[in-house]
């Protein structure tokens, strides 16, 4: 069984910087993709950053420049500067990978909320 455990969301003010973990327990092929996805309210969710086992990471048009996605084995984090009002989000983070069939975990989602 595999879990993802997040946590660092919060609320901060525009300009300001929050840093999220992810934490992927459980039995894990070696060869994986992990990311950060978010989803405001009324809208779908989107992706913000992933980065695959020994490759660069992608990030989203919005979030280049101010969001950094960075891993140690099964730990994903997404430091998060100048925030901005239009980020607030549930962040949620993604486990995949590729054998015979995709396998997909989510975690349970962390509340961003950028406001003054």
């Known amino acids: 069984q595999v879990q993802l455990l997040e946590s660092g969301g919060g609320l901060v003010q525009p300009g300001g910087s929050l840093r999220l973990s992810c934490t992927a327990s459980g039995s894990i092929f070696s060869i994986n993709t992990m990311g950060w996805y978010r989803q405001a309210p009324g809208k779908q969710r989107e992706l913000v950053a992933a980065i695959a086992s020994g490759s660069t990471p992608n990030y989203a048009d919005s979030v280049k420049g101010r969001f950094t996605i960075s891993r140690d084995n099964n730990k994903v984090y997404l430091q998060m500067n100048n925030l901005k009002p239009e980020d607030t989000a549930v962040y949620y983070c993604?486990?995949?990978?590729?054998?015979?069939?995709?396998?997909?975990?989510w975690g349970q989602g962390t509340q961003v909320t950028v406001s003054s």
């Open positions: 993604k486990l995949s990978w590729m054998s015979f069939i995709e396998y997909l975990y």
